[in-house]
């Protein structure tokens, strides 16, 4: 492996779902014209461990990411704030209105291609859930595709380029949470848990960390350069088996979350009226647990 | 439990190494790094602030000496350029009895030994230096990394070896250079330096002010690539031994004002309001016509070389250099400390080379401490005729008489007769004779009033600036606080041990309950007892209750606490 790691970050367009930058319809659905496109708040997670591994060991990450043209900007975000190398999107008309089993399939292919094409993979990373979806699936089925081991929730990393392994720290949720240390051969997937904090101890990686900030600075403002986009003929994908004919999932209801109710029913009482104010009291009385 | 994962680089016993680490990049921290860079020493340069400049402050003056082995164009040839205000063409000095002023020509004095001088803000000037150290320091294997603080010296069998961080793991390191400046924990950890006593210390307390360039020209009747330096003293900070200054800046003025902290101390005085006294005399209305808009309000510690250069500041691989080692010379109302910093630290890097592959860890220091002395630093620093004039100018006894001498009418006569007004004038410009003002009444006060009330002549103008308050200051400065975490630790809350620090720390105030330093009088079993408490927030981290008040004191974490943006 040369000390050398491969990683390509699997990272999604999301709704921006904050204030005053989401647009709802008058029946509370989701307006996904108007709203505009952020990463995925979890993929931050996943880019940031796979920059840790690129500052301990060196390599090349690659951003991955499929949806359509506009999805690029994602990728581009991924470039700047955590330094990838490249940008690798998936986009065609087919490949619309996937669920993550179409989704799985195709990113399952591009990977094949990817390392057909450009190199072999050692590691992919992708974030816990994504903010729209929220199942927690398209990682694992991923990996199911690719035949390689997993490593989900996971809180810290590293890995040994010499005996091919990683070494993780992962979160298993239970009635107590404990933290468990595993190890997997390489290649493999690893899933970041929002928990995720990347550790720069030794001056040696800030360095490096600081080197990669300066030399993405210039990348990153030609992005276009970087960007490979791959349509499903490319990926060698049929139709039915992609897109909305290929996801088996259907989607039976949204149900929208009420607004909560903006305004309180105040009474306005003033401190020297005595009658008023004992009122309050005891109104009050009654939440002040005595009796 | 740990959830990181440690990584497995560095050297056989798992420590990280440099051939060099440097604390701290001010003045000092950038020539040493520079000069080892340009000599292919491999070099980390750690700063704790999040970008170099954000915890500095000075005056503002940088000297280039004729006579110093090193200035900071040596090793930066655009810095002058680049990264400082303006060159001072013009130097006065003002002493001030009540509205009576007496101004004298510095020029001389100011140009005596001076190859260049020029104002800088520490912001702009440090952060400038950091970018270029680092690509000097990169292109040998090391770099500038910052919102790193060092917090103690890493030791083998009790030999110093390297340093520990807050923010990294232990590095091992040939050389340490601690240009970590005034208050330095390195030297203090080295057992080089105490912060015990407030006459070893002065402290600085600095306003910027806007004002655009060309209202700079048209009210100091200067050009483009020309600037002043004002000092003041006499009796407008009542019995305080220090001064004032105004310098200016491209498009801002630096006014500030220098005190022996014993001197502070002593007359439990309120920096801000020495500060504001100076602000609103009557003699700077010339200047502010009214309008006064105060970009930063800033304090910091400076060491007095005279009593705290240290004849050997090294201890094993650890070097000292700058304010660190007490390389602060006050030369009377001239102040030089980046320029000696500049020096020290490039001459601690040759010291390293030249001795390297010596098996003896301390020859580097040994070598430093020589080059000091032969290249006349040393002396400069701690002038042997200080010794002497001090021996008996400091004596209690014969200031009172010569105070009572110049409060006579005798002292008028003396002092006020026309041959004695060229006299003086040619005395405060001689550099022999302004290093001989010893530290009491007399220089700072005495003869400076007498002077003004001699020979000056009356300011009419109104000045009728309003200064910020305490308050409004402290809102001004951009801090990230370390909540829960505080650097500073009340040993002891008794007035008795830390009350002065509530006049003395220049952003607290006796009745101001948003400082740093408060005192309250509690009652304890029927018997009133003062105490003093404290709060980290506003701190500017200028280390004067490290001194005056009995504390566990260190730095801030990397990055956190005060950020300066003009220094
Ligand atoms: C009000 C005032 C006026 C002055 N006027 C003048 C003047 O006109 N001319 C002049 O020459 N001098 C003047 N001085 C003095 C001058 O500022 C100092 O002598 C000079 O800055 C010393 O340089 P240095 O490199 O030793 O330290 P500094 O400039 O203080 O630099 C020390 C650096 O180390 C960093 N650091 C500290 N501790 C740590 C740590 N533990 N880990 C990592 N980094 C750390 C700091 O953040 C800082 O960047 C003045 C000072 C004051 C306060
Ligand atoms: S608390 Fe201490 S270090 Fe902080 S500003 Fe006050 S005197 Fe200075």
Redesign the interface.
Known sequence: MEGIVRSVVLTKGVPDFSEGAVSFNEEGHLERGKTPTVMNPNDEFALQAALQTKV?HGGHVSGMSMGPPGYASVLEEAMESVYTDDSYLLSDRELAASDTWATAITLCSALEKYQEEVADVDLVFAGFKTADGETGQTGPQTCWGLDWPIVTHV????I?PDEGIL?A?RLVEGDVDE?ETVEAPLPCVVIADPEF?P?Y???????TH??LRGETRERAADHEEYLTTWDHQDLNLDPDYIGLDGSPTIVSAVDPIPKAPSEREATMVDPSDEDGMEKIFDEMHAFAGGD | ?S????????GTDGY?H?DAVVVGCGPGGAAAAARLADHGVET?V?ERGVEAGSKNVSGGLLYAEESAPYTLDDFFPDFRTEAAERPVTDYHIHNLSGNRVKTYDLTDLHEHDTDWCDAVLRRPMDSWLERRV?EKT?ETG??V?TG?RVNGLLRENGEIVGVTCD???P?KADLIVAADGVNSELARDAGLMDWEEPDEWFQGVKAVVEMDSETIADRFDIEEDEGVAHLFSGDLFQDVRGGGFLYTNEDSLSIGTVFHLDSLVEEQAEPHELLDALLTHPLLAQWFRGEYDEREYAAKLVPDSKKVAHREPYRDRLVLVGDAAGQMQAQGPIIKGMNHAVTAGALAADAFVVTRGNADPEAAGRRYTTMLEKSGTMDKLRPRRYDISRRVGERDVVTNAVERVLDSRIGSVAVGNPIAERALKRAYNSPFLVSMLSDTRTGYVSLPALIGEEHGRTVHWENEIEPPTLAERIGDLTYDTDVGNPHIRLRDESYEASGAAVAACPVSAEDFGGGCYRSETVETNGSEERLVSLDTQPCVECGTCAIVADTEWEHPRGGKGVEYREG
């Not at chain 2, 990181?4 to 560095?10: D, L, R």
């Open positions: 301990r809180l810290a990393l590293d040994d070494r720290k933290i904090e550790t101890r030794k001056a040696t990686h800030r360095l600081k080197q | 439990m959830r990181g994962f440690g990584s497995a680089t560095g990280e440099y980390l750690l680092h990169s090391g770099g990394l790193v923010e990294l793991d590095i």
